[in-house]
């Protein structure tokens, strides 16, 4: 698993931006509307990173896979080795990383490719807020990557287990032994909250073995990414 992340610190006019950004787009067709704008990007990039966001990316695909960031209005190729910031395995979670940006540049841009082609690809806007908690899951949507960002939630208890289910396609979720269904799960959507006393209760999810014990702690949080085949991706959410 690889994460890396940087800062870069310069001010940012953007009143400047704004008013260039406009002008652009009176040049275009003239020829000024490409050095406005590049100079534009270069200045987002350039930004002085005041704010910052904590991100786990979780890989419920099938490939080891790549994960990007960077602010919105860049036009440049995302996946590259500038805006790459974590390399995770198959069905593995990274360690937390630190996204640090603009307070003007909330809006950002995140992607995922797999990491041996960079043909499986995926990529989403999301509007971030400062000193707050993402999860950021790839899976697999009927086998073509997608990317899903959840916040990230706290379990308010110290002496139990807090869980919340992703699921790639909808299905009940059913836990342990038990034969009653514990929630309808939406594809691509995070359920709410349960809270369980014992850690055992979670080590079978779906009749597939999970080994949510040798992971969790009494109060904490967890996501559990359930893919196609029923596998388990188990994440701690982190702040």
Same mark, same amino acid.
């Given at each position: 698993?690889?994460?890396?992340?940087?800062?870069?610190?310069?001010?940012?006019?953007?009143?400047?931006?704004? $008013?260039?950004?406009?002008?652009?787009?009176?040049?275009?067709?003239?020829?000024?509307?490409?050095?406005?704008?590049?100079?534009?990007?270069?200045?987002?990039?350039?930004?002085?990173?005041?704010?910052?966001?904590?991100?786990?990316?979780?890989?419920?695909?099938?490939?080891?896979?790549?994960?990007?960031?960077?602010?919105?209005?860049?036009?440049?190729?995302?996946?590259?080795?500038?805006?790459?910031?974590?390399?995770?395995?198959?069905?593995?979670?990274?360690e937390p990383y630190t996204y640090k940006w603009n307070?003007? @540049?909330?809006? $950002?841009?995140?992607?995922?490719?797999?990491?041996?082609?960079?043909?499986?690809?995926?990529?989403?806007?999301f509007t971030i807020e400062n000193d707050k908690a993402?999860?950021?899951i790839a899976w697999l949507d009927n086998n073509k990557?997608?990317?899903?960002?959840?916040?990230? =939630?706290?379990?308010?208890?110290?002496?139990?287990?807090?869980?919340?289910?992703?699921?790639?396609?909808?299905?009940?979720?059913?836990?342990?032994?038990?034969?009653?269904?514990?929630?309808?799960?939406?594809?691509?959507?995070?359920?709410?909250?349960?809270?369980?006393?014992?850690? =055992?209760?979670?080590?079978?999810?779906?009749?597939?073995?999970?080994?949510?014990?040798?992971?969790?702690?009494?109060?904490?949080?967890?996501?559990?990414?359930?893919?196609?085949?029923?596998?388990?991706? @188990?994440?701690?959410?982190?702040?």
């Amino acid at each position: 698993m690889f994460i890396k992340g940087k800062s870069i610190m310069k001010k940012i006019n953007f009143k400047t931006m704004m $008013s260039t950004t406009i002008l652009g787009m009176f040049l275009v067709g003239c020829g000024g509307a490409d050095k406005i704008l590049s100079e534009i990007e270069e200045d987002i990039k350039a930004a002085e990173k005041n704010s910052s966001s904590i991100f786990t990316f979780i890989n419920a695909t099938n490939d080891m896979a790549n994960f990007y960031s960077r602010p919105l209005g860049i036009t440049d190729e995302i996946y590259s080795s500038e805006y790459e910031v974590a390399s995770i395995l198959e069905a593995d979670v990274s360690e937390p990383y630190t996204y640090k940006w603009n307070e003007h @540049l909330s809006h $950002s841009e995140f992607a995922i490719t797999d990491s041996a082609s960079l043909s499986k690809k995926d990529k989403i806007t999301f509007t971030i807020e400062n000193d707050k908690a993402y999860s950021g899951i790839a899976w697999l949507d009927n086998n073509k990557y997608s990317l899903s960002i959840v916040s990230v =939630v706290s379990n308010p208890s110290s002496d139990n287990y807090a869980i919340r289910f992703f699921s790639t396609i909808d299905q009940n979720i059913f836990v342990g032994i038990s034969d009653t269904s514990l929630v309808a799960a939406v594809k691509g959507e995070i359920t709410a909250t349960f809270i369980f006393d014992n850690c =055992v209760d979670l080590d079978v999810i779906n009749d597939n073995e999970s080994n949510f014990c040798q992971i969790a702690n009494a109060g904490e949080s967890y996501i559990a990414v359930i893919g196609l085949n029923g596998k388990v991706t @188990l994440a701690q959410e982190s702040f």
